[in-house]
């Protein structure tokens, strides 16, 4: 199972460009993978869901009118819930009560108007937060120390605005 952050439905193209690439992708060294993702598309309701031993993922796209479109996708894992109804099957009896949640979860959102003339505007908001945290029943240590959790996450929220114009072919 693939851990992308964008959902496979909305990708459009993806290119990887080893090495010797033009300017437009700045000052860097190594290869370039280059994602473009899809508009939602404006030919009716489409959406999905999908569940399976790690994570349950959903994605809807909406025409609002005949010119804006919404899609909406995210993904949660649930091996923390997993996890906690099953390991303690496992432990000794004398075992430190733990609770282990290991989770993840992304979305991502569009938000598009065709409106004007060879022009589309577009709004993208999309984030992600992965987490493990094990929270022990009674604290460890000694009077000095007293650990309680065990916990690290990394997370981000981004947005971006686009402006796409395409111009008027003026050679006939």
Same mark, same amino acid.
């Given at each position: 199972? =693939?851990?992308?952050?964008?959902?496979?439905?909305?990708?459009? =193209?993806? @290119?990887?460009?080893?090495?010797? +690439?033009? #300017? /437009?992708?700045? /000052?860097?060294?190594?290869?370039?993978? @280059?994602?473009?993702? /899809?508009?939602?598309?404006? @030919?009716? +309701?489409?959406?999905?869901?999908? $569940?399976? &031993?790690?994570?349950? *993922?959903?994605?809807? !796209? $909406?025409?609002?009118?005949?010119?804006? *479109?919404?899609?909406?996708?995210?993904?949660?894992?649930?091996?923390?819930? $997993?996890?906690?109804? %099953?390991?303690?099957?496992?432990?000794?009896?004398?075992?430190?009560?733990?609770?282990?949640?290991?989770?993840?979860?992304?979305?991502?959102?569009?938000? *598009?108007?065709?409106? +004007?003339?060879?022009?589309?505007?577009?709004?993208f908001a999309y984030g992600s937060?992965?987490?493990?945290? %094990?929270?022990?029943?009674?604290?460890?240590?000694?009077?000095? $120390?007293?650990?309680? =959790?065990?916990?690290?996450?990394?997370?981000f929220h981004r947005g971006q &605005? /686009?402006?796409?114009?395409? #111009? #008027?072919?003026?050679? !006939?």
């Amino acid at each position: 199972k =693939s851990m992308d952050l964008i959902n496979g439905e909305m990708i459009k =193209s993806i @290119d990887f460009y080893p090495g010797n +690439f033009t #300017p /437009r992708y700045g /000052r860097a060294i190594g290869g370039i993978i @280059d994602l473009n993702t /899809r508009s939602p598309r404006l @030919d009716g +309701f489409h959406g999905f869901t999908e $569940v399976d &031993l790690q994570d349950a *993922t959903a994605i809807i !796209e $909406v025409p609002i009118t005949e010119d804006l *479109t919404f899609a909406l996708a995210g993904r949660r894992s649930y091996i923390d819930l $997993v996890l906690n109804a %099953v390991l303690p099957a496992f432990l000794p009896a004398n075992a430190p009560s733990l609770t282990v949640l290991p989770f993840y979860y992304d979305y991502q959102a569009w938000l *598009t108007y065709t409106g +004007f003339k060879d022009h589309k505007l577009e709004a993208f908001a999309y984030g992600s937060s992965d987490q493990l945290a %094990v929270l022990f029943g009674e604290a460890l240590g000694n009077e000095n $120390v007293q650990i309680t =959790s065990v916990n690290q996450e990394i997370q981000f929220h981004r947005g971006q &605005l /686009r402006w796409e114009w395409t #111009p #008027p072919n003026l050679i !006939e």
